[in-house]
């Protein structure tokens, strides 16, 4: 008999959290894709101050996207850690 209050795997099933892991995969992706098709599509003019920093805003979002899509990725595709194991 299992006397655990708060046992875990009833609360977080794996299978809600890959769920949730792909389901972030997917929309970081298209958030990508469409924050780089405005960025292109209504290219700002990096002559002004705030044409460039209306750029730099977006490249710092298209990173943070980036990021994102790396971390939700499969644990097979990327692996972080000691590669000295």
Known sequence: MNNNPFPVNQ????????????LSLILSTIAF??????????????????????FLMLVILLLIFITAIVLSLPSGIVRFGNKFK
Do not use: C, W
């Open 11 to 22: 609360f977080y099933p794996q299978n809600k959290l890959r769920i949730m892991r792909i």
């Open 33 to 54: 894709f469409s924050t780089a098709f405005y960025a292109v599509a209504e290219f700002p003019d990096l002559t002004t101050a705030g044409g460039v920093l209306y």
